[in-house]
């Protein structure tokens, strides 16, 4: 069966400070991979997929990045925390095709203090 | 402006009781919708999907419906239970983009012994 992990679960850090999320995925190749932003009384937010090695879309313009180095693997990165960039990150892969569902990893709480 | 609105924001409920949850959406056209359940602190595990065909589809004690006409779906909970507490979220896959799902914000539901 396939399963994501996804870490660190809960994380403080500076303003200022570097950031790195990673997320893998198991029992599966080749996924589509997704990062969002979930806020409170909001939906979720696309920041990035990915459907390959390499291969990074963005959808918001923002201080973060990510990268995929492997193909079950993907980090969400940033050079210089902002206090905007508190939420909750959720990672998620998926199948190719409009049908198949969304596998959500168990997030990250991120503060910036 | 969100294309995915969700009604109401937030319900309690007593233990055994139903409940009907609503999203209405602008997504056209579309592929699919689908309702996720999302825990306290974890990521969203999907309940049901239904394409634009569908009318209704059936999970447990979880039933949607779809009326594509009027671009509404519910979520009915039958006999509910205390592990039913959890934020649901409607989610629309446009047609030909399964990238960019779009979110409803949730409706946080609260079953009391």
């Known amino acids: 069966s396939q399963t994501i992990h996804q870490w660190p679960a809960t994380l403080v850090q500076p303003v200022g400070s570097p950031l790195s999320l990673e997320c893998t995925v198991e029992g599966t190749s080749n996924p589509n991979l997704y990062w969002y932003r979930q806020a409170a009384g909001r939906g979720l937010q696309l920041l990035f997929y990915s459907v390959g090695i390499g291969q990074i879309s963005s959808e918001v313009p923002q201080n973060l990045s990510a990268s995929r180095p492997q193909d079950r693997q993907f980090i969400l990165s940033s050079k210089k925390l902002l206090l905007s960039d508190s939420g909750f990150y959720l990672c998620?892969?998926?199948?190719?095709?409009?049908?198949?569902?969304?596998?959500f990893g168990n997030g990250t709480r991120l503060t910036v203090t | 402006k969100n294309q995915v609105e969700q009604s109401p924001q937030s319900l309690i409920i007593l233990e055994g009781k139903n409940c009907t949850l609503q999203?209405?959406?602008?997504?056209?056209?579309?592929?699919?919708l689908r309702w996720y359940k999302q825990d306290t602190g974890r990521g969203p595990v999907s309940l049901t999907i239904m394409t634009f065909s569908e009318n209704t589809k059936s999970n447990g004690r979880y039933t949607a419906t779809l009326d594509a006409d009027t671009k509404q779906s519910s979520l009915h909970i039958t006999a509910s239970q205390l592990s039913d507490s959890a934020s649901y979220i409607c989610v629309v896959t446009p047609l030909g983009n399964d990238y960019k799902l779009s979110f409803g914000a949730g409706t946080t539901v609260t079953v009391r012994a």
């Open positions: 999203c209405n959406y602008t997504v056209s056209p579309f592929s699919n």
């Open positions: 998620a892969w998926k199948r190719q095709g409009a049908n198949s569902p969304l596998h």
